[in-house]
């Protein structure tokens, strides 16, 4: 009987696909004023019956388009957009496979009198200037679906597991609501908690600062902004989501979040915690059901954040919570105001193990570790932006904010250092146990004015920042040397820490048209102070008093870093319909002073002078097609810590001597950068590549005495470069109107040269790297979606001395990602990852099996999920992992989170309608 219905499914499939027919229209866009082609004309076809869009393609600069397609229609509405011309309206017969218009489509200029035509149809893609526009009820999605389903709809753009995005290649780095920001810098909260149905438009435009957007100058043209449009009939009311989830081996998860909007005010509440290592905001979905963000950072003060957000997440097992509230509001014309507040707090465990071997040109050791971290941090953080428009010409933009952090963790380890023949050189113990406070204070404040019509303006930035970091640690270790016992050193001590800095900087800019609105000289003076001060005093623990109070002044320090300069600068900006170009050059004063209080002979200082470069060149083929091309030349001071000309011994096993004599850094870098997006055929194509060359690179020089111990001291090099380059080729194709295919493929590789010393003597290593990728995607509109993806990432070390072997080692990643949506209100996913690492040392696990599944199940009409996780179902999860550099392989395997099973439920409201209108959702949410 299956077999029957199967073979029935196949005959009516097949006999449906015979009547699609497929086309191809051409044709030409022609201003009826001027007789002119028009460029980026948007060109779609409708169903008549019922609006559904067919294709749509954008005019070349000649105003020639094609349209390919397929349908069952015997005729389609074509229709054409362009900005300040009235849109145009015409049947097409689709009567043969290849159909000309005879005469070219001419546009009327747009006036009153054109009031009378009315056309239904808002066209799907809108060029106006610097920015792309879609239309989003042009694009179907799933019912209930997000943004983040709508944004990977449109074409060009790609969302990653992480929620990151990128538009014809480039990165979105900002993403608003209205014009405004939304929640912070996580785009992920509005990405997916905002559903497709209140957007009107997504807009797509160059990243630019608020003096930038109002003194109508050019931005970021590597970075993307994303600005979603709601309609004014849907930006009244409340929406939100709530969720809770527990499972297997204690595992849970909970997360919310309250929206109100009211026209320009905007007021949302969220919070939420798990011991799932996800950032707080899961909400029992699938999408972002396993794990954190793209990037975690954690530092010594405490602190610690994903991405631009801090969301308490940490290495190893994290149980996290989270709490914020968000505000934004206009007061009348002249004023906007946007603050939000956040609370992050997390727990983390990790157990770590580490084998090292170390290779330098006179000898080759082997270190040993294993490590375990147990912390607690708890993070305050405020924003606010205040945006004071005088007039039209006038703008002040003021940014405070604050944040306090408080961190507890016990660090403790095991490490054996041995000799090539594997006999022990040295062996310790460490028991470290912390506590510090941080506290810091930020403000921004931007005065913009503009002067006339021909794009004169001038710009103020006054940036100021205190940063204060105080703690305790309390220390006890052992190291032993074998054979040379008079070495042995024992600790037990404990150091009180203070560490403060503070910076002001300030710059002036005026900007001169030469060419009204096209060509400019820009005149800037900048000056920024820095001022580091290190507070460290150590007491060894006295055996008569049986307090912490001798105090040991090898280990304690007193110091004060300065870092001063002043740059004037001058550049020429030529701005033009097709292109920008733009040269700046600067000199730098540059005064570096250290003082050390505790040891006043160390004390030094320096001045330097440099040259800095910069300059851009971006050609735009067309809307869819542009190169770019950045030549700079910058200059970095050296750290603190390699210019502290002192013997610091807190590590017995490495003595730090810092070098006071060292100078400024030197890096020359271009970057060309190449996009192509073909909104017709679906192919996208993008190259970029850099290249740095570094002069006078600050590099360590290591001593090993017959202990196996080292004196680590500074000097500056030449010779270091570093260079990469990628690419990535998309093409998505239509198999008919429910099945669609994309093909993704993708490299990415790397080329890096370093100056090293050891013992004194120099030596060169190069590392190589190259990871290809290729990934395809098969989607049946409402019932499938398959995406298998493979990686390979190969990398090689060499040397130029003879005692190094070259390295290679090799990984592979298999990924396969399945999702069912029948019956309609149940998904399915799957994500199984398969990893292998035959180069780790013996003992690590090489391959490993990751397989997550997920059932959701809606119900409450749409409003309601049930969903059942099972992660990592094989039990395999692992993150051994290899790195290499210019003198060590080292692999790594630690804590990891493991198998376990979850029930979640996660509910949404939303009140958002006309005025006087509430759709289905909670009664009782409301500010």
Not at 908 to 923: M, R
Request: charged share 25%; no cysteine.
């Amino acid at each position: 009987m299956r077999i029957g219905f199967f073979l029935l499914f196949l005959l009516l499939t097949a006999t449906v696909q015979s009547q699609i027919k497929p086309f191809e229209i051409t044709g030409q866009i022609v201003a009826s004023d001027t007789g002119e082609p028009l460029e980026s004309a948007t060109v779609y076809l409708e169903r008549e019956r019922d609006s559904t869009l067919n294709t749509y393609t954008i005019s070349d600069k000649n105003g020639n388009f094609e349209l390919f397609g397929k349908t069952y229609e015997e005729k389609l509405s074509l229709f054409v957009s362009y900005v300040g011309y009235a849109p145009h309206k015409q049947i097409v017969a689709i009567n043969a496979e290849k159909i000309e218009l005879d005469e070219p489509i001419a546009l009327l200029l747009d006036s009153n009198a054109l009031d009378e035509i009315v056309i239904r149809s808002v066209a799907p893609i809108t060029i106006k200037k610097d920015t792309l526009e879609f239309n989003a009820a042009s694009f179907k999605t799933r019912a209930g679906a997000t943004v983040e389903d709508l944004l990977k709809e449109l074409p060009g753009v790609e969302v990653d597991l992480e929620g990151n995005i990128t538009v014809n290649g480039k990165p979105v780095n900002k993403l608003l609501v209205n014009g405004k920001p939304f929640f912070g810098d996580d785009p992920t909260i509005a990405t997916r908690n905002l559903t497709k149905e209140m957007i009107e438009k997504v807009q797509v435009m160059d990243t630019k600062t608020d003096a930038e957007a109002f003194t109508d100058e050019e931005g970021d043209q590597e970075n993307k902004t994303v600005n979603l449009t709601i309609s004014e009939e849907k930006n009244k009311g409340t929406f939100g989501r709530l969720s809770a989830g527990g499972g297997t081996d204690e595992r849970f998860e909970y997360a919310g979040i309250v929206n109100r909007f009211d026209g320009d005010r905007r007021l949302s509440v969220l919070g939420g915690g798990n011991n799932t290592n996800s950032p707080g905001f899961s909400f029992g979905e699938i999408q972002k059901m396993f794990g954190g963000g793209s990037m975690v950072m954690m530092n010594s003060s405490g602190g610690f954040q994903i991405d631009d957000k801090a969301f308490g997440f940490g290495k190893g097992i994290v149980n996290s919570r989270s709490a914020g509230a968000s505000f934004a509001d206009a007061y009348g014309e002249k004023m906007d105001l946007s603050a939000d507040y956040f609370y992050s707090g997390a727990n983390s465990m990790d157990d770590e193990t580490i084998e090292r071997e170390n290779i330098f040109p006179d000898t080759r050791f082997f270190t040993n570790s294993t490590a375990s971290t147990r912390q607690n941090n708890d993070l305050h953080s405020s924003n606010m932006k205040f945006d004071v428009k005088i007039d039209s010409t006038f703008l002040i933009n003021i940014k405070p904010s604050i944040s306090y952090g408080t961190t507890e963790s016990i660090h403790m380890r095991d490490e054996v250092t041995l000799t090539e023949n594997g006999e022990t050189t040295n062996q310790s113990t460490l028991d470290n146990r912390t506590n510090s406070t941080s506290k810091v204070f930020k403000n921004a404040l931007d005065i913009t004015k503009r002067f006339g019509d021909r794009g004169a303006s001038l710009a103020v930035n006054i940036n100021n920042e205190w940063n204060d970091l105080e703690g305790s640690d309390l220390l006890n270790s052992e190291t032993i040397f074998t054979g040379d016992p008079l070495n042995d050193e024992i600790r037990n001590q404990l150091t009180d820490r203070n560490q403060t800095f503070n910076s002001f900087f300030g710059s002036v800019r005026y900007n001169i048209p030469i060419v009204a609105k096209e060509v400019f000289i820009d005149l800037r003076y900048s000056y920024r102070a820095d001022t580091r001060k290190s507070l460290r005093s150590t007491f060894d623990f006295n055996e008569n008093t049986q307090e912490y109070d001798d105090f040991n002044s090898l280990l304690s320090t007193d110091f004060i870093f300065k870092n001063n300069r002043s740059t004037p600068a001058i550049g020429l900006t030529i701005r033009k319909e097709d292109y920008t170009f733009s040269v700046s050059g600067s000199y730098m004063n540059r005064v570096l002073e250290t003082t050390d209080k505790l040891r006043p002979g160390l004390s030094a200082k320096q001045e330097f002078e440099a040259l800095e470069y910069n300059t851009f060149f971006n050609y735009r083929f067309s809307p869819q097609k542009s190169v770019y091309f950045n030549y700079s030349l910058n200059n970095s001071p050296p750290t603190l810590e390699q210019l502290q000309p002192f013997e610091d011994v807190s590590d017995p096993l490495n003595t730090i001597i810092g070098n006071p004599d060292l100078e400024p850094i030197n890096t020359h870098r271009a970057y060309v950068s190449y996009n192509n997006y073909d909104f017709q055929k679906g192919t996208g194509v993008n190259f970029y590549s850099n290249f740095s060359i570094v002069n006078n690179q600050v590099t360590p020089i290591i001593f090993f005495d017959e202990n196996l111990k080292r004196t680590t001291t500074y000097t500056n090099v030449n010779g270091n470069y570093n260079g990469y380059l990628g690419g990535n080729y998309s093409k998505s194709i239509k198999l008919d109107t429910i099945h669609t295919l994309k093909v993704n493929a993708g490299i990415w590789g790397n080329l890096t040269k370093a100056i090293n010393f050891n013992n004194d003597e120099k030596f060169a290593s190069k590392f190589i790297s190259l990871t290809p990728n290729v990934g395809f995607t098969y989607n049946w509109k409402d019932v499938l979606e398959i995406k298998p993806s493979y990686r390979l990432s190969f990398n090689k070390n060499e040397y130029d001395i003879d005692i190094f072997e070259e390295e290679e080692f090799i990984s592979h990643n298999l990924r396969f990602q399945t999702a069912t949506f029948l019956p309609k209100n149940l998904e399915w996913r799957n994500d199984i990852n398969y990893n292998y690492n035959p180069n780790v040392a013996a003992g690590f696990q090489r391959s490993s099996w990751f397989w997550n599944s997920t059932l959701a199940y809606t119900i409450l009409n749409d409003r309601g999920i049930i969903t059942v996780k099972a992660y990592d179902l094989l039990n395999q999860n692992t993150n051994a992992r290899r790195s290499v550099s210019q003198n060590y392989i080292q692999d790594v395997q630690s804590t990891v989170l493991q198998q376990y099973f979850m029930v979640s439920f996660s509910w949404k409201f939303n009140t958002l309608g006309k005025k006087g209108e509430t759709q289905t959702g909670s009664p009782f949410f409301f500010f």
